[in-house]
């Protein structure tokens, strides 16, 4: 099948994808704005420039995606990780400038972040269409192609949408029972998930495109292998930040913003939690989206996502209970949303086991994290109060504890073989250097 044939429809598909997003924004999603949402009236002008900025980047995002695809698909992994850091230090410029800017700085500040994200899209662009062909602009046509790949773009647009729908109406419904005070730890707690959540994303787009390759070439062992391996590298990386995080949150939101929101301690925790069940499904994903059969699982748990906004809702309005309600619910939901995932996974997948999954991965490791959690607290108490000395102590041992824990208990013996040799050969080749200088 041809590659600029495919690429050019599938950009077509993302172009009518970011009109529907566009006429939606600027008449529901604006009315919304105008309409519902508590903002004080002297920052309303504000809200409209930021609503209009993130409509605009949104528009960019989706139809930037077929770029994306054609440099992972590549493997040119090492573009992200340049632009990564580009972006790291765009953005402490940002915040460094409107120490000294008189404008409004939200309103500087999303336009600044705008500007990024398009010069960002201009330069995938640019290097696509200098370093594959198949992504230079063509007016083609293929029914059959078309419709296939809108059918795919369809279902993935509604799961995608309902985890953006569920997302901002959590923070929607926030405001309209609490205010906007709490929409403040709302934030940071948004915040600490795009942080993490940029390295777990990272991490499996290094990660799918051999996932899906050996799929595509009938190697269904490696692919199962590799979704295992990957699950419990993933969970402990993902653990490796989030363990001392959680642990020491208080005093680290005090170190970062001096005083702390209220509930954004539990809103972040909840949210760590969220981003490891996250990474887990995204990872799975990989297996549906390489048989091209993406229904099911965006339908079942596009469903399971949207029913945190009635149930909180229904919640907050009869008082049953906390505004850290949603957020301990979407995890939940997260969870069971993996593990649907992980069974349809499971039908395309025969090697695959949704069992060993749930007791491998899952059960195993978090019974691990809990007694590990167990011990970091019981180290806390008795070093007592919350201080810098206790957060590297924190560190250090839920770090140590973790890799004694993922290297004994949790990797199998191939993989334990496998980091064994890589680290017999870095070393071997650290002492060659050394004894040739």
């Known amino acids: 099948m041809n590659s600029a044939k495919i690429f050019n429809i599938a ?38 420039w930021v609503y209009q900025f993130s409509i605009l980047s949104m528009i960019i995002g989706v139809t930037q995606v077929p770029y994306t695809a054609t440099i992972i698909s590549h493997e040119r992994i090492d573009i992200y990780a340049y632009v990564d850091l580009v972006n790291i230090f765009t953005r402490l410029l940002i915040v460094y400038l409107l120490v000294f800017c008189d404008y409004d700085k939200l309103i500087l500040y999303s336009l600044l972040m705008t500007l990024m994200n398009i010069l960002t899209a201009l330069y995938y662009r640019y290097f696509c269409n200098r370093h594959f062909q198949e992504s230079r602009l063509k007016l083609v046509w293929d029914k059959n192609i078309f419709y296939q790949m809108f059918s795919f773009s369809g279902w993935d647009l509604l799961g995608n949408l309902s985890v953006t729908v569920r997302g901002q109406g959590t923070n929607m419904l926030i405001n309209m029972f609490f205010g906007v005070a709490i929409n403040a730890a709302s934030s940071i707690a948004s915040q600490v998930q795009g942080v993490v959540m940029a390295f777990a994303s990272n991490i499996l787009t290094a990660v799918k495109p051999q996932i899906i390759k050996s799929y595509a070439n009938g190697n269904y062992a490696r692919s199962s292998n590799l979704i295992e391996y990957s699950s419990v590298i993933i969970l402990y990386l993902l653990l490796f930040i989030s363990t001392p995080l959680i642990m020491e949150m208080n005093y680290i939101l005090k170190l970062w913003l001096g005083v702390v929101p209220q509930y954004s301690v539990i809103f972040c925790s909840f949210t760590l939690f969220f981003n490891i069940f996250s990474a887990l499904a995204m990872l799975i994903l990989t297996i549906p989206h390489a048989a091209g059969k993406n229904k099911y699982p965006s339908l079942f748990n596009g469903i399971l996502y949207l029913t945190t906004l009635p149930i909180t809702y229904i919640i907050f309005k009869l008082d049953i209970a906390s505004v850290w309600f949603p957020y301990f619910y979407n995890t939940l939901s997260m969870l069971g949303g993996c593990i649907i995932i992980a069974w349809i996974a499971s039908k395309y997948l025969p090697p695959f086991s949704l069992k060993k999954f749930i007791f491998n991965v899952l059960l195993k490791n978090f019974i691990i994290v809990g007694c590990i959690f167990y011990l970091i607290s019981i180290i806390q108490s008795i070093i007592g109060e919350e201080s810098f000395m206790r957060l590297i102590v924190t560190c250090i041992t839920s770090t140590t504890l973790l890799a004694l824990a993922g290297y004994t208990i949790s990797i199998n013996h191939e993989t334990r073989n496998i980091i064994n040799n890589y680290i017999t050969n870095k070393i071997k080749t650290i002492k060659c250097k050394l004894f040739q200088s």
Do not use: N
């Open 11 to 48: 950009l077509g598909i993302h172009v009518i994808i970011a009109l529907i997003i566009l006429i939606l924004g600027e008449t529901v999603g604006l009315w919304f704005l105008t309409h519902k949402l508590v903002i004080p009236v002297e920052r309303m002008y504000a809200a409209h």
